[in-house]
C-alpha cells in the first residue's frame, strides 16, 4: 500500500533531550517536507526536499534540521528541543513538487516538557 | 504570499451537493488553485487543484472565476465522511516551492 509513514506518532520528551522524527515513503517520490500544526496558526512548513540531497528552509526552520540520504527517507532532526516546539508535525512526499497531490503521514505528536 | 479568505465554517445536509467558496483577490496569473481536506485525526489529504479552466475528478469539481480572484469547491453528493477542514491554497508559480495553509472551512455534514 502507498503510504507515509512517520514514526513514533506519539513522544513526550524533555528540553534538550535530542530526537529524530523518521518519515518514509515508498511512493519513489522525489519531493518531501515536514509542516507542523498550531492551534490558530494552521499548517507551516518547517523544511523541503526537491530530491536527494537537495534541502531547503521552509517557513518555521528554526530548530529544526533535516537531512535527505536516500529517496525514501527524510527525517525530521531537533537537536536541543524546547517547550515552543510541542506540536503536531507532519511529513508529506508528492512525485516531483507541489503540482502533484501531495502524500500526508498519519502525524506525529511532540510534547516538550 | 497571495491570501486566500474562506468561511470559517459550513453546513450540508448528507446526499445534497456542497459549495465551498474561496476568494483569493491577489492571485497572480501564475498562482495555482489547490485544495486539500483534513479529516479529524488524519494528515491532511488532496483533493484537486487547477490553474485556469474547471476541473474534475473522482472526488470534487473545481469552479474557477473568470478573473481568477475566486474559486468554488463542488461535493457532488456529500456523505459522512466528507465532514472535514477544507483548505484552499495558493501556490506560487510553476516552480513556487510551498504551500500555504490557511485556516481553512470547517464543513458540518448532518444526516
Known amino acids: 500500500e502507498a503510504q507515509v509513514t512517520q514514526n513514533p506518532r506519539y513522544l513526550i520528551t524533555v528540553t534538550g533531550k535530542k530526537l529524530t522524527v523518521t518519515c518514509s515513503q515508498n511512493?519513489?517520490?522525489?519531493?518531501m517536507s515536514w509542516y507542523r500544526q498550531d492551534p490558530g496558526l494552521g499548517l507551516r512548513q518547517i523544511y523541503y526536499?526537491?530530491?536527494?540531497?537537495?534541502?531547503d528552509k521552509g517557513d518555521v526552520p528554526e530548530g529544526y534540521k533535516v537531512s535527505r540520504k536516500e529517496k525514501r527517507n527524510f527525517p525530521l532532526i531537533l537537536e536541543s528541543p524546547s517547550p515552543n516546539q510541542t506540536s503536531l508535525y507532519f511529513c508529506?512526499?508528492?512525485?516531483?513538487?507541489?503540482?502533484?497531490?501531495?502524500?500526508f503521514g498519519d502525524g506525529t505528536r511532540l510534547s516538550i516538557l | 504570499d497571495a491570501k486566500t479568505t474562506q468561511p470559517n465554517s459550513m453546513e450540508s445536509n448528507e446526499e445534497e451537493p456542497v459549495h465551498l467558496p474561496c476568494n483569493h483577490s491577489?492571485?497572480?496569473?501564475?498562482?495555482?488553485i489547490h485544495w486539500y481536506r483534513q479529516l479529524p485525526s488524519q494528515g491532511p489529504e488532496y483533493v484537486i487543484h487547477?490553474?485556469?479552466s474547471n476541473v474534475n475528478n473522482r472526488m470534487a469539481s473545481l469552479a474557477i472565476a473568470e478573473d481568477r480572484k475566486s474559486s468554488t469547491l463542488i461535493l457532488h453528493r456529500a456523505t459522512l465522511r466528507d465532514a472535514a477542514v477544507y483548505y484552499c491554497?495558493?501556490?506560487?508559480?510553476?516552480?513556487?516551492?510551498?504551500?500555504?495553509f490557511g485556516a481553512g472551512t470547517i464543513l458540518r455534514v448532518k444526516s
Open positions: 508529506a512526499s508528492s512525485l516531483k513538487g507541489l503540482n502533484q497531490p501531495q502524500h
Open positions: 511512493m519513489n517520490h522525489e519531493y
Open positions: 526536499s526537491m530530491n536527494v540531497e537537495v534541502t
Open positions: 491577489t492571485i497572480s496569473g501564475t498562482d495555482y
Open positions: 487547477g490553474l485556469t
Open positions: 491554497i495558493l501556490r506560487e508559480g510553476e516552480y513556487g516551492n510551498k504551500l500555504v
